[in-house]
């Protein structure tokens, strides 16, 4: 099983602090996805990365892929309250298979 | 709207009584795949399919089985569910197996499955 770990698994911060979350692991893969899940809801795909080292940027969010294609990280400057939510990467395989990290629940406090 | 649809959305059952828990998409996508998402381990998938008749093991399939006989539809099944099985279970479709950046995977609502 090829498992994607992420840290921290929970974060409480106040609103206007920047973060980063973290989703590491021993194995190579395809592209990467970073998600955001609310309560009662499915994942919502925030971002695909596809290319080592490549970073995008999507207004107050980073995302990174490891050179080696193994990491990723996502960074939020000035958090704020609606960024609130689980955070989940996950990555493909060339079999077409998906792997999902075990989970950032982030609580920006106002 | 582009949507996949999972019913039911709440289900409690015994120990042994079969149960399918259906999913349907209405983007003509490819691909559709299962999740069980629990506490501290993240969405694992279950089965996937590639295409109509089309099925291949996710993760964790032992105790699940699906079938992919229409495009839009892709039921997953418990034949005998057990409490192990009790879980938050997601369907979720994109255009095509592969991730390139454009290629969204959406997700149902999920169904709360509780097995007494």
């Known amino acids: 099983t090829q498992l994607l770990e992420q840290s921290p698994q929970f974060l409480s911060i106040q609103e206007g602090e920047n973060l980063t979350v973290y989703c590491n692991s021993s194995?190579?893969?395809?592209?990467l996805q970073w998600y955001r899940q609310e309560p009662g809801e499915g994942p919502v795909l925030l971002v695909t990365?596809?290319?080592?080292?490549e970073v995008k940027k999507l207004k107050r969010l980073t995302f990174q892929f490891g050179d080696a294609r193994k990491d990723s990280s996502l960074h939020i400057t000035a958090a704020q309250p609606g960024d609130t939510g689980l955070y989940l990467c996950?990555?493909?395989?060339?079999?077409?298979?998906?792997?999902f990290g075990t989970g950032t629940s982030l609580t920006v406090i106002p | 709207e582009a949507q996949v649809t999972q019913n039911p959305r709440y289900l409690i059952t015994v120990t042994g009584k079969k149960l399918t828990v259906t999913c349907s998409q209405n983007?003509?996508?490819?691909?559709m795949s299962w999740y069980r998402q629990d506490p501290g381990l993240g969405l694992r998938q279950i089965y996937y399919?590639?295409?109509?008749?089309?099925?291949d093991k996710g993760d964790v399939p032992e105790g699940y089985k699906v079938s992919r006989k229409e495009k839009r539809n892709f039921p997953l099944i418990l034949e005998s569910p057990s409490p192990n099985q009790t879980s938050l279970y997601f369907c979720?479709?994109?255009?095509?197996?592969?991730?390139?950046?454009?290629?969204?995977?959406?997700f149902g609502a999920g169904t709360r499955l509780s097995v007494l």
């Open positions: 983007m003509n996508h490819e691909y």
């Open positions: 996950a990555g493909s395989t060339p079999g077409n298979q998906f792997y």
């Open positions: 194995s190579v893969f395809s592209s």
């Open positions: 979720a479709s994109s255009l095509r197996g592969r991730l390139f950046a454009k290629n969204i995977q959406y």
């Open positions: 990365v596809v290319t080592g080292g």
């Open positions: 399919s590639m295409n109509v008749e089309v099925t």
